[in-house]
């Protein structure tokens, strides 16, 4: 059961005959069966598209990937290489095609090293063009149970036979298409693209891939803060492969440039963008989970995070003072509502100025001494950094004058003046930003966060908005802060077209809008064409390099507005400005699925919406479900009533739902917790869809309400509005294997009391229906059958509940046999701040344990194995084990046999068996526990 990846089947490329504008005219074969293909441009065949120069010439290199672990896996099994990636690229040498930055892969101590397979070790096979073909394109197939299966339909059709869908390669203009091949319900089943209000289940329209502060929030299909080019689709593979009859595949653009992602109708992808390279990677799977770890590996898997993180956050923009600020976390305390985080908005800057505070409001002594009082109390403080730098000229602002010293800040070339740096408007008016493409700025950015840090006041985060580029003016400010009109910029320096005004320009507003002007460019780096997309990644990159040198041995958070794919190494993420609407709670639950895909497990949306005032019942409601939130904050805009639970109008009532509502998450949060160290060391997520671990069944197709952490909790927030009751959609057949009668059903258990719980199932359905009381402070959370989770007293603080000693949970399944019964699972606990050395074989001290019970005929075998372990003083230890399944609650009394570890109590009622063990575990390596047990 050591097994984090493995492929199971084998995909094969098959270059097919279809009409298309370039001609294939050499094809070679490397060494490692990769192929180099020679594309000439079919004069017969021009596409109709006129954006800029068709090159005449195209070279296509097609590859396959090998994903080699990381050193710390190898004490696992079956984990050395994996053979599942296929890398494309078109691109020609008539122009300088951008590329993507090194830094959106994972480098060098990264979580994957992903490198050419070399001959005969890959698991595809290509079959390549002919020399004198008239057309190019190709096809991905699968290989099941070693059969070549190329007279099925394939994974992946690339190219197209029109001019919507072939292969157009000009200066100024790239369009290329691709058709996954249809899921169980004979559509494409498609996820992914970024953050935005729209069904989590993409839907046939257009999806714009450019990060903006979104002009209208409540619009639905508008891209806005975040845009991720990678799409996950569930394939039809019954008829060749018997272990995934539903195969899930990925496939990647990457390409930052502005772009349109269509899903048409028939289920094509079309995609458009202006400039750069056709740069595709395409994942196999087979299971959603392995293909978003393929994905991860090559762009980085997710940070950790400290567990405070999980924890309640309070914050609010529009706070008067220090003082209160002090007030609202000590009505936390005398009310005794836990708070982890608090969060402080650009109202404590002198001016709004970044990386300053208010001399008169906040005082730096006030506030190191306010920091001192959280820290004793295990809170932390986080406080906000926009990238806009106010310009002040002649003054001793540092960041200003630092910047302005180094030549550091990105720059426009104006014909009236020549190089110099462009300027927008924000919140302090006409400011100035840093160029994080340069690497230069690593020292700038820790300059300032230093004398921050020592002047000011010691964070335990850093909160970076408006980071899209966002700004109030349209393309550039005057030095009031007013619209510029009537500059004139120099041309030619990356584009052979005006960046403001391109031939193709996706989405429906100008690039521009509410941002820099596209000529703004980094110099020796590249244009804003390219460049834009990544501008909120590069900036939490550079601040985290600084604050893993200026705060080694700790891990602290850094939460961006904006990201694209690779953020997730370096950031967790918000969901930006939300409105006090139930439909923002409704859709938000979509939203962090789809950020948990992209590898940004660490995500949540403002609490109860951060603009506006909730009803009574969106906030008691919002409360609860935020809860559910790997990321739980409350906040609210300056203009909004505070959205503390007491300064509502909703009573005492509201309070004791907050407090109930975090202390439940305290309960479960271990689980929370393990599944991120997961993901940070294997890939993965907190929160991941249904679809990951029942992909067969279609009637879970669109559910993105319901969601699971680590496929054993299943958590269900009730999120409609005047209800006394809901119906819960769970799944009913295991692990989504259809029509396989000798199998039992999926049995749900009540986390909260470990009781069963009924779900009623209708016939022909592979889902079943559980109804929940829905009062306030409700949060129906299930532990799934056959499966475990961790549970945890909780105390008043994060920290101090992750501390306690945890109780093992394991949930025997149903089976269709009344004398067997199994349960299995693994989690990981370490400590509850874990330094990441990322030049370390072993990047912190964690200890991953395998547990399993099985029962047969009475006899119950319960075995603990150490998959692998560092010692991890700090972790929290092993105090109870308790057992819980039909085969419980039938007996009436419980003997154990044999045990390798001490038991000081053990008891049997209600349904759950426990055993209390005298000397609490803490595990190390190679160690392994066993109780034998019979039931009578």
Request: net charge negative; aromatic share 12%.
């Amino acid at each position: 059961m050591k097994r984090i990846f493995n492929c199971i089947f084998f995909i094969c490329l098959f270059v097919a005959r279809a009409f298309a504008a370039y001609k294939v005219t050499d094809v070679e074969t490397t060494d490692n069966g990769s192929l180099d293909i020679s594309l000439q441009l079919n004069e017969e065949l021009l596409p109709s598209q006129a954006y800029g120069t068709n090159a005449d010439q195209l070279q296509v290199n097609i590859e396959y990937l090998s994903l080699e672990s990381p050193p710390y896996l190898s004490v696992y099994e079956d984990v050395a290489v994996s053979n599942t990636v296929v890398h494309l690229t078109i691109t020609t040498d008539q122009w300088a095609v951008p590329s993507l930055p090194d830094e959106i892969f994972a480098l060098e101590g990264g979580a994957i090293d992903y490198s050419t397979s070399e001959s005969g070790s890959h698991d595809f096979s290509i079959y390549p063009p002919s020399v004198g073909d008239s057309n190019f394109s190709f096809s991905l197939y699968q290989r099941g149970n070693s059969t070549l299966h190329t007279t099925d339909a394939p994974l992946f059709d690339f190219g197209g036979a029109d001019d919507d869908t072939a292969v157009v390669f000009q200066d100024g203009y790239l369009q290329f298409s691709f058709k996954p091949y249809p899921s169980p319900d004979g559509e494409t089943v498609m996820y992914g693209l970024g953050n935005r209000r729209s069904a989590y289940r993409r839907e046939p329209g257009t999806y714009t891939m450019l990060n903006r502060d979104p002009p209208a929030l409540l619009a639905e299909d508008i891209n806005g803060y975040t845009n991720h080019p990678v799409m996950w689709f569930l394939t039809d593979t019954s008829d060749n492969n018997m272990f995934h009859p539903v195969t899930a595949t990925g496939a990647w653009f990457a390409n930052a440039s502005p772009s349109d992602i269509e899903l048409t109708e028939d289920g094509r992808i079309i995609v458009k963008a202006i400039n750069g390279a056709i740069n595709m990677y395409f994942f196999a799977g087979p299971t959603l989970v392995k293909a978003t770890q393929q994905y991860q590996g090559l762009v980085g898997f997710p940070i950790a995070v400290d567990i405070n993180q999980f924890g309640w956050q309070n914050c609010r923009w529009g706070y008067t003072d220090l003082t209160e600020v002090y007030s609202i976390v000590q009505q936390h305390r005398d009310l005794g509502l836990p708070l982890d985080v608090q969060w402080l908005d650009i109202d404590a800057q002198n001016d709004y100025a970044a990386y300053t505070v208010d001399p008169i409001n906040f005082p730096p002594t006030g506030l190191q001494e306010f920091q001192a009082n959280l820290a004793a109390d295990n809170i932390e403080l986080v406080a906000i950094f926009d990238p806009g730098i106010k310009v002040i000229k002649d003054s001793d602002y540092e960041a200003y004058n630092d910047l302005e010293s180094t030549n550091l800040a990105l720059k426009v070339n104006d014909v009236s003046t020549g190089e110099r740096d462009v300027q927008n408007s924000v919140w302090g008016g006409a400011s100035v930003f840093p160029d994080f493409y340069n690497p230069e700025t690593d020292d700038w950015i820790h300059t300032q966060l230093y004398n921050y840090f020592t002047n000011n006041v010691e964070l335990q985060g850093i909160w970076n908005d408006m980071n899209e580029i966002a700004a109030f003016q349209t393309g550039e400010c005057d030095d009031e802060g007013n619209q510029l009109t009537g500059v004139e910029y120099e041309q030619g320096l990356y584009y052979t077209f005006d960046p403001d005004s391109p031939p193709y320009s996706p989405g429906t507003d100008a690039l521009q809008y509410r941002s820099l002007t596209m000529n703004a460019y980094s110099p020796g780096y590249g244009g804003m064409i390219e460049l834009r997309n990544l501008y909120g990644t590069f900036m939490a990159l550079r601040t985290r390099k600084a604050l893993e040198e200026l705060k080694p041995q700790t891990n602290p958070l850094i939460l961006s507005r904006s990201t694209w794919s690779g953020c997730g190494k370096y950031t967790s993420q918000w969901l930006g400005d939300n409105f006090c609407e139930f439909s923002d709670m409704q859709d938000s639950f979509g939203q962090m699925l789809t950020s948990s895909l992209h590898g940004v497990p660490l995500i949540g949306a403002d609490i109860p919406g951060f603009d506006g005032t909730p009803t009574e019942e969106l906030y008691k409601r919002w409360l609860s479900a935020g809860s559910f939130y790997p990321f739980t904050r409350v906040h609210a805009s300056d203009d909004s009533p505070d959205h503390t639970c007491w300064q509502t109008m909703y009573g005492e009532d509201a309070c004791d739902i907050q407090r109930e509502s975090i202390t439940k998450k305290y309960t479960f949060m271990a689980n929370m917790y393990s599944e991120m160290l997961k993901s940070h060391l294997f890939g993965g997520s907190i929160t991941r869809p249904l679809q990951a671990d029942w992909p067969n069944i279609i009637e879970l197709y669109n559910e993105d309400k319901v969601f699971t952490y680590g496929g054993s909790l299943i958590a269900a927030p009730i999120l409609d509005q005047g209800v006394a009751s809901v119906a819960i959609t769970l799944p009913y057949t295991p692990h989504g294997i259809i029509g396989e009668a000798n199998r039992a059903t999926e049995i749900y258990y009540d986390f909260s009391t470990l009781e069963h719980v009924s779900c009623v199932h209708s016939e022909g359905s592979d889902v079943c229906i559980v109804d929940a009381a829905a009062e306030y402070g409700a949060m129906p959370l299930f532990l799934r059958g056959g499966s475990i989770a961790l549970k945890q007293e909780a105390l008043e603080r994060a920290k101090l509940t992750y501390a306690q000693d945890y109780t093992l949970v394991m949930a025997l399944s149903l089976t269709s046999s009344s004398t067997f019964a199994e349960s299995e699972g693994d989690f990981i606990v370490a400590a509850d701040d874990v330094p990441i050395d990322p030049s370390s074989d072993s990047p912190f001290p964690f200890t991953h344990v395998y547990s399993t019970v099985t029962c047969n005929k009475g006899t119950c075998t319960l075995d603990l194995v150490t998959l692998n372990s560092n010692t991890c003083g700090s972790a929290p230890l092993l105090g109870n084990i308790v057992v819980i399944g039909q085969m419980i609650s039938d007996a009436t009394s419980a003997t154990v046999t044999s045990s390798s570890v001490d038991i000081s109590n053990q008891s049997l009622q209600n349904g759950a068996l426990s055993f209390t063990l005298t000397n609490p575990i803490q595990f190390s390596d190679e160690q392994r526990e066993t109780i034998v047990f019979t039931l009578n």
